[in-house]
């Protein structure tokens, strides 16, 4: 069974510049989660996915936004990104059930603001 | 919204001997609480997870205990390794997709 696969690995953009990062779930998955992981810093929740829709947000302002699409794949956007950006973007997928499942983390997008 | 703390945030013990990583939370709706094990450079890895009706759960050398009076949960980890070293974290959930995690506890096995 493949993993979370998520893309690309490293990114380096400027102050300002917009940025898409891109997930692919485990196959069966039709959630998908996305993680802030800044240095040294434990998980923030950013956004879930289901079935298409955005079923909940962290608190991170609008600028943070994505989508997912039929095949349950996900985008995250962050537009007008600023220095305290820079982190590990982590993707996850579940299945979605009635009660919690677990979450499948991929590799991550290490994002750079420079 | 519910609130995870964990402790302790560094954690060194000799190869051999036990470690106990400990979170508390603070929303009684929680009901789910996994555990990941993060190495330098990888991605978060699952190692358990247990639901509120159980109040123990173990996996050969990995246990989690649930208190939920007192909303605790802990990781032990016996019969230590080098392996084990990595950044364990902690989470609770409450309703379906909403996922809290701990600041993560840092753990060195001396060999």
């Known amino acids: 069974e493949a993993g979370v696969t998520q893309s690309p690995t490293h990114l380096i953009k400027t102050r300002g510049q917009q940025v898409t990062l891109r997930c692919s779930p485990i196959s069966g998955h039709t959630s998908v989660y996305w993680y802030q992981q800044a240095l040294g810093l434990g998980l923030q929740f950013l956004l879930w996915?289901?079935?298409?829709?955005?079923?909940n947000r962290g608190n991170f302002p609008p600028r943070f936004s994505g989508r997912q699409f039929p095949n349950y794949s996900s985008e995250l956007n962050v537009n007008a990104l600023e220095l305290e950006d820079s982190a590990l973007y982590l993707c996850a997928s579940s299945y979605r059930d009635r009660d919690n499942q677990p979450q499948h983390f991929g590799d991550g997008t290490r994002l750079s603001i420079l | 919204g519910e609130n995870v703390e964990q402790h302790p945030s560094t954690l060194s013990v000799q190869e051999g001997d036990s470690a106990v990583i400990k979170c508390t939370y603070s929303d009684s709706a929680s009901n789910y609480f996994p555990w990941y094990k993060q190495e330098l450079g990888k991605r978060p890895q699952l190692i358990i997870d247990i639901r509120s009706n159980v109040g123990e759960k173990k996996d050969q050398r990995i246990a989690v205990t649930l208190n939920k009076t007192a909303k605790h949960f802990s990781l032990h980890i016996t019969e230590t390794q080098p392996e084990d070293s990595a950044v364990y974290f902690c989470?609770?959930?409450?309703?379906?997709?909403?996922?809290?995690f701990g600041t993560g506890t840092s753990l060195t096995v001396i060999p």
């Open positions: 989470a609770a959930s409450g309703w379906v997709g909403q996922f809290y």
């Open positions: 996915y289901d079935e298409g829709e955005e079923r």
